[in-house]
């Protein structure tokens, strides 16, 4: 009977010391959305980009993806985001989805442009760059680039 509440108490206590473990990782990393002003943006295809994910300049988080859905009048994919209210960005920002390495999660990456009005909140990003798909980028290297109707 003692080595059934030694075992239950070691248990607890190990479960305790792993959700101190668990709050103390997302409190000191940059896990968390980012609340700030909202922007929107048009893609053709996001693979692998979800709610969440971050929002980076310069590879430094800025923001974070809050939303995306599909326009069901032209089909294209509307991501919306919030943005640091620090950081303001130009009208002429463009935005890409991109990877995090060869095996890593996708982000979405902002690169300012040089106009001297602001993004406001609400605003659109009017050039933007779709997600390439690595299983196509494979399958044109593995079986060629050539297009098979061709003689």
Known sequence: MNDNVFE?????VVLVVAAVFAVYAVSSTDVGSVEGYELNARF?????LA????????GIKVGSVIEQRL????????VRMSIDPAVRLPVDTS?????????GGKYMSLS??????????????RYTQASISLEQLIGKFVFGGADSSAP
Do not use: F, N
């Open 8 to 12: 239950t108490v070691v248990g607890a």
């Open 44 to 48: 053709e295809r996001v693979d692998g």
């Open 51 to 58: 709610p969440g994910a971050d929002v980076r300049v310069s």
């Open 71 to 78: 326009d069901p009048a032209t089909y294209q994919a509307i």
């Open 95 to 103: 935005a890409g989805v991109v990877s995090d390495g060869l095996l």
């Open 112 to 125: 300012p442009g040089g106009e001297e009005a602001m993004l406001e909140s609400g605003g659109e990003i």
